[in-house]
């Protein structure tokens, strides 16, 4: 069933986007959702990182929490990945909740 053109009532910008997008590749036209430059670490995944970033409204440092967990198993930087998602959640703590590290 194709989607509208139209934006739904409370569908965000980039949950538009995305699924615009979606309905392009049924037309067997080339998104860049069907792609990744500099890797193939996320072509295991069910959903891209990107589209589930969209598709629930997360803000950059929520985002890059989702980006390097789903990556920290196939891209050679686990131990890397996983201390940068430590350090965006450090970030939303202190800046979302005023909680410092002690």
Not at 61 to 80: D, L, M, P
């Amino acid at each position: 069933m194709p989607y509208s053109d139209e934006r739904k009532d409370n569908e965000s910008w980039s949950t538009y986007l995305v699924r615009k997008e979606k309905d392009k590749r049924k037309g067997n036209k080339v998104s860049p959702l069907d792609k990744q430059v500099g890797g193939d670490h996320y072509k295991h995944c069910g959903i891209q990182p990107v589209e589930y970033i969209a598709q629930n409204n997360l803000d950059y440092f929520e985002g890059n929490v989702v980006k390097y967990i789903t990556r920290h198993k196939t891209k050679g930087e686990g131990a890397k990945d996983i201390q940068k998602v430590i350090h965006y959640a450090e970030l939303i703590l202190e800046l979302t909740y005023g909680e410092k590290r002690k």
